[in-house]
């Protein structure tokens, strides 16, 4: 059974910096786009940023850019998001995800959540 657990989120000031990690067990995720998406109240849940998993090739949405980085440990099975230069508008639940590239509809899973607040 695969399972993915966030962890790292917190309460962090304007301008600073959180690193978030997702530890994903339960099979190979070699097929596997790792992606992270957040949920602001309120809010629809939102795309933040992906990685794949057997290339590194990542991509970000626009409000991250150039603050927030995705990377991953193979040995490790851990998935990271470095977040930089923290705005109040970056408070959210942010969740992992694992899409099996080959089969996502029946492969396709999220982690429980991390709640990241950022105050002014």
């Known amino acids: 059974q695969v399972q993915l657990v966030e962890s790292g989120g917190g309460l962090v000031q304007a301008g600073g910096s959180l690193k978030l990690s997702c530890a994903a067990s339960?099979?190979?995720?070699?097929?596997?786009?790792m992606s992270w998406f957040r949920q602001a109240p309120g809010k629809e849940r939102e795309f933040v940023a992906f990685i794949s998993w057997s290339t590194g090739t990542t991509g970000y949405t626009d409000s991250v850019k150039g603050r927030f980085t995705i990377s991953r440990d193979n040995v490790k099975n851990m998935v990271y998001q470095q977040m930089n230069s923290l705005k109040p508008e970056d408070t959210a639940i942010y969740y992992c995800k694992a899409r099996d590239t080959y089969t996502p509809t029946q492969n396709t899973y999220w982690g429980q959540g991390t709640q990241v607040t950022v105050s002014s």
């Open positions: 339960g099979r190979t995720f070699s097929r596997y786009i």
